[in-house]
């Protein structure tokens, strides 16, 4: 089946330094990838869809400036936590969707960031 | 306001028990409703997709159906085992269907005791 990884898988970081998470689509060209961040038993929030080749859409309430995506190709996209905050601490995910009429979102395994 | 609404933050039942877990949406028309399975510290496994014209669909031991006058959908877990145990999350569209990105409800974690 399709498979999306994430790397690093754990990151911590002081505060006010810059982190970057890592989304590839194995064996899967991934048309639109998604980046969510899930806060200890809450649900999954959206914070931004990347479509290869295009600029990202920001869900209302992230800060494009502070969280930069970056879906340069058909397997790979980035999201940067820029000058990172204890408040920024989360569990992040992606997923991804390929082509053609499937729905369903393919995750990563998450990227737990703990900012010091 | 848009809200997606599970029925309980946990359930807990008899193995070899049917597990029953709801998820209500309020102002959303969605095209398509999805379930998906996420285990402490791992991201989301895609269950079952079922669509608006839909009522049931079914996969092995879990059932899905949809209701779209009740703004309901019930998900059956049948002949429940310990490994079933996890948080269940109900998904929808909420631009109906014109675009790929999913709103999700808050979770049911489902414990199913030996």
């Known amino acids: 089946g399709a498979v999306v990884s994430q790397h690093p898988s754990w990151v911590i970081c002081k505060s006010g330094t810059s982190v970057k998470i890592e989304c590839r689509s194995l064996?899967?060209?991934?048309?639109?990838m998604f980046w969510y961040r899930q806060f200890p038993k809450q649900s999954l929030m959206l914070m931004a869809t990347s479509n290869e080749g295009s600029k990202a859409t920001y869900e209302q309430g992230v800060e494009k400036d502070k969280f930069l995506i970056n879906h340069a190709s058909l397997t790979l996209s980035t999201l940067t936590v820029t000058s990172a905050h204890p408040e920024d601490s989360s569990f992040y995910i992606c997923s991804a969707t390929g082509e053609g009429s499937s729905y369903e979102q393919f995750f990563g395994p998450g990227t737990r960031l703990t900012v010091l | 306001s848009q809200k997606i609404e599970q029925n309980s933050e946990a359930l807990n039942i008899q193995e070899g028990k049917t597990a029953t877990l709801t998820c209500n949406y309020t102002n959303y028309s969605p095209a398509y409703l999805q379930w998906y399975r996420q285990d402490p510290g791992r991201g989301p496994v895609f269950l079952l997709l079922?669509?608006?014209?839909?009522k049931e669909k079914r996969k092995e031991r879990l059932k899905v159906t949809f209701d779209t006058t009740l703004k309901q959908s019930l998900f059956h877990i049948t002949a429940s085992q310990p490994a079933d145990s996890a948080t269940y999350l109900c998904?929808?569209?909420?631009?109906?269907?014109?675009?790929?990105?999913?709103?999700f409800g808050s979770g049911t974690q489902l414990t199913v005791l030996p």
């Open positions: 079922i669509r608006e014209n839909e």
């Open positions: 064996d899967f060209q991934a048309t639109t």
């Open positions: 998904a929808l569209d909420p631009r109906g269907g014109s675009a790929r990105q999913l709103t």
